[in-house]
């Protein structure tokens, strides 16, 4: 039940969560460096199976929040993220058995070896997204209708927030959020703690796993020589829907999120169509010809066609040769308190949500 | 107006001399173990020509990939202390965490990591103290380095805890080397301090070069002013490009880039560089390499500054073929072509052997490939065909059809017809492009900033302003000024509709 996870599942598991991050959710490499030197300084995370937790343990979920860019220069620390744990611990006067991610997609994947790095506990092998999402209450607990709070956030500067109590998961994304932009726009955070019970009940779960196996795929296709895409198409049964080129991308900020859309111009099998990427943060509505093909909360991946690599919503540009896929959604993604919590019209686009999936 | 360019490559020296844009005289010499042997020679070659009687030169500019190799041979570095000011932030990951573990030793680097620095809005992220700098200054000066590399929090927004250390640290060590990172890369602190303190290292190297081909110059009675190029097109006076070094990493292709803008009068359109182990591909934008716009890998060490946007592909004149299977290449006779080729008397069969054999170009004795097999000849130049085609259509932006400017010693492999290309373009002095670049080179200036509180058009302009003054102080002449770049991205998160904005502008060298 507890598996110590290997030195080096480390990079597939970077590689892994930065795809299943549909574009979202911040390279993993900042992250990953930190994780190699706590490593290489001998120490060891075990990973632990959800069904192994009792029902009445107490499991802590991290996240790191802010903006990719501050977080380039502030270079996250693992210490934050297990403060941030320490804190919650503080507040609820329990121990925390195991600590797990909020996402899975890109460096929050991470965030909870860092803080269980440090604290010598267990991480799970599940997360509350499947993917990356933009907000709180796109998780699977928000889905689940779990409590929302209490939520502690810290900053470097010796800050630290307890939100007590939220109306909803709506708002308390919108005070966290707040609190957040004020401590310079990166964060380390411990949202609602969760019960065992709770976490077997709905997390999403092996996601961890999952993200290393789609990484060694990666890997392992370019090691051969073989095309890493297919395998990646291969690896999660996904579905390929677009060959093309980069021809424009138009981004902007409202509210607090990066909105905007990438033009794809097809080439080989996909020549003369085209396809646009509609995101906010994330890929969330694939257009081929003007007609939407694909959506959340099936996962839309934009990969280097050569590399396999993932290119994310901040650093698509101009003439990249890219090639569009569509990853299955968890289940409970696509039930229909799923589908009102992540489906197209969460995101402001008036669609019925259709999977590219049978 | 009479220049030399000269473009110090790893198989070839070259030089031109220009009286205005005229092309003088040209010469390519086979570069020299010392170098500067070869630097002379072909210094000589054109000053001496019979056209340049009477010219006397106003100024020189070298390419050179001295400082490139220096990384990546791990050789002639010098030991450097890095200060950065961050704390609390980036406390688990100190400067050079992610260097190679050969370069860092090669580096012996102390390093120092103290509080400040600012935010993205400007405000200090908590307050500098003086004394943490001081200490560390005093510790750099007992061990007796002298070369620094000073990085700080979101200094390319706010300069400020960069320059007050460097001045703290010069108040103890006066005569310090002082790298501060604002000045070479852009956002991304680790990536800017990486390039920050491959810079310090390379000081001492950047000095006896500079002072080597000052050197060189006043042996042969050249008593121009003369400038470094740099990576993105432009050049700076060889005292600057000395404290620099990193800016003329990756000078050579884009010499050839602009040279090829020249030499055609094509300001958009694509150039393929053929040397004589690789070939470059890459995008002219308003007579501009384009830049690449994410991480750049030197000698192991990730970077983000002013590299222009390249594709290598293993083809160039010396590339070897397998005689039994057509296989090309990715081996090159490199600089023994000149003895190991076919039509020179080698036994080594290569892209020049197989070109000289269909007639495309004459080089060496045609005599001594006759017996090839007509059949090898056809399939082999039908797959460099579709080499150049493949990697031309990755690196075009628009599936429209552009042309391609075919330039380099090996420019004659690239086919007539391309697919993709409108046509390809092949000019007189193609194969000297890279020195001609080099001796047309102009100055710049950049801002890449937050600007956060204000509409985007006025974000623009004090950006381009910003640029403008910049490209004034590197020595542009203010009238010939022109914005070649201007880009804004807007950030998720930060309130005050902040947008990160990049600006680039171009201006010719003012004289005197």
């Known amino acids: ?358 | 107006m009479k220049r030399i360019g000269i473009d110090v490559g790893g198989t070839n020296t070259d030089a031109v001399l220009v009286d205005g844009e005229r092309i003088v005289a040209s010469i390519k010499v086979p570069t020299t173990q010392d170098v500067l042997s070869g630097v002379k020679a072909a210094l000589s070659h054109v000053i001496n020509a019979p056209a340049s009687t009477g010219l006397s030169v106003d100024a020189v500019m070298i390419g050179t990939t001295h400082f490139t190799n220096a990384v990546v041979e791990r050789a002639r570095l010098e030991r450097v202390a890095a200060i950065r000011v961050a704390l609390p932030t980036g406390r688990s990951l100190p400067p050079m965490c992610d260097w190679p573990r050969d370069l860092y030793e090669a580096v012996d680097p102390m390093i120092f990591m103290v509080h400040g620095g600012h935010e993205y809005d400007g405000s200090p992220l908590v307050p500098m103290q003086a004394d943490e700098i001081r200490n560390a200054a005093m510790r750099i000066r007992d061990a007796g380095i002298t070369s620094i590399a000073i990085s700080a929090i979101f200094s390319p927004l706010t300069t400020e805890c960069e320059v007050k250390a460097a001045e703290i640290v010069r108040s103890v060590i006066p005569d310090a080397r002082i790298t501060l990172s604002h000045t070479l890369g852009r956002i991304g602190l680790l990536e800017r301090e990486n390039v920050a303190i491959l810079n310090a290292a390379l000081q001492s190297l950047g000095r006896t070069t500079v002072q080597a081909f000052a050197d060189a110059l006043s042996d042969i009675g050249v008593g121009a002013p003369f400038y470094l190029t740099q990576n993105d097109g432009t050049v700076a006076l060889a005292d600057v490009a000395a404290a620099n070094p990193v800016h003329s990493f990756a000078s050579g292709p884009t010499n050839s880039m602009r040279g090829a803008a020249f030499l055609t009068g094509m300001e958009n359109g694509m150039v393929v560089d053929v040397g004589g182990t690789t070939s470059d591909i890459g995008c002219l934008v308003g007579g501009f390499p384009r830049e690449a716009n994410n991480i750049v890998h030197i000698g192991g060490v990730r970077t983000l500054f002013r590299m222009p946007d390249l594709l290598p592909i293993a083809l160039g004149g010396g590339t070897i073929i397998n005689p039994q299977t057509g296989e090309i290449g990715p081996r090159s006779a490199g600089y023994r072509i000149l003895t190991e080729a076919l039509v020179f008397g080698g036994s080594t069969l290569t892209t020049s052997d197989i070109a000289v054999a269909a007639g495309i170009v004459e080089m060496g004795d045609r005599d001594r490939v006759k017996g090839l097999d007509r059949d090898l000849v056809r399939t082999t130049l039908a797959r460099i065909g579709d080499m150049v085609a493949d990697n031309f259509d990755r690196m075009k932006t628009s599936a429209d059809d552009v042309p391609l400017i075919a330039v380099g010693g090996g420019a004659f492999l690239i086919p007539d017809k391309v697919a993709g290309a409108s046509e390809v373009v092949r000019v007189k002095n193609a194969g000297v492009a890279n020195a001609l670049g080099a001796a047309m080179a102009q100055v710049s200036g950049e801002v890449d900033q937050v600007f956060s509180g204000m509409s985007r058009d006025e974000a623009l302009a004090a950006a381009e302003t910003g640029a403008r003054n910049a490209a004034v102080s590197s020595g542009a002449a203010q009238d010939s000024l022109k914005t070649l770049e201007i880009e804004d991205i807007p950030i998720a998160y930060l309130p005050g509709g902040a947008r990160r904005v990049r600006v680039r502008v171009i201006g010719d060298i003012a004289f005197g």
């Not at chain 1, 590689?15 to 060891?44: F, K, Q, V």
């Not at chain 1, 803080?115 to 998780?139: C, H, I, K, S, W």
């Not at chain 1, 956030?153 to 707040?178: G, H, P, Y």
């Open chain 1, 1 to 358: 039940m507890l598996q110590e996870f290997a030195e080096e599942n480390i990079e597939p598991l970077a590689i892994g969560a930065w795809i299943l991050g549909t574009g979202g959710g911040g390279d993993p490499y900042i992250s990953t460096l930190n994780l190699r030197r706590l490593y290489a300084e001998g120490t060891r995370v075990d990973l632990m199976d959800p069904m192994a937790l009792d029902d009445d343990d107490m499991v802590a979920v991290v996240s790191k929040m802010g903006a990719p860019l501050v977080g380039q220069e502030r270079l996250g620390d693992p210490v934050h993220l297990a403060r941030a744990v320490e804190v919650m611990e503080d507040y609820l006067g329990k121990r925390f058995r195991a600590i797990m991610s909020v996402e899975i997609g890109g460096s929050n994947a991470l965030s909870s070896f860092l803080a269980a790095a440090v604290l010598n506990r267990p991480v799970v092998n599940a997360d509350a997204m499947g993917r990356a999402y933009p907000e709180a209450q796109m998780t699977s607990f928000a889905i689940g209708n779990l409590p929302m709070f209490p939520l502690s956030l810290v900053d470097v500067r010796d800050n630290e927030v307890i939100v007590t109590r939220a109306a909803s998961w709506k708002w308390m994304e919108r005070i966290s959020r707040k609190v957040c932009t004020e401590v310079g726009s990166t964060a380390a955070t411990c949202k609602a703690p969760r019960t065992g019970r709770e976490v077997k009940e709905w997390g999403i779960h092996d996601t961890v796993t999952k993200a290393v196996e789609l990484g060694k795929a990666v890997l392992d296709a370019r090691r051969r020589h073989a095309d890493p895409v297919e395998a990646i198409l291969n690896h999660e049964g996904g579905k390929l829907l677009f060959r093309g080129k980069v021809i424009d991308v138009a981004r902007e900020t409202t509210g607090g999120f990066l909105r905007g859309r990438t033009v794809i111009e097809g080439i080989d099998g996909d020549r003369g169509a085209r396809m646009e990427l509609a995101f906010q943060n994330e890929w969330a509505v694939a257009f081929r010809d003007g007609e939407a093909v694909a959506m959340t909360p099936d996962l839309l991946c934009l990969l280097d066609t050569v590399s396999g690599s993932a290119i994310g919503t901040e650093s698509v540009r101009y003439g990249q040769r890219v090639t569009v896929v569509a990853l299955p959604a968890p289940r409970l993604l696509t039930t229909p308190a799923g589908i009102a919590a992540v489906g197209p019209r969460a995101f402001g686009y008036d669609i019925d949500f259709r999977s590219v999936f049978p």
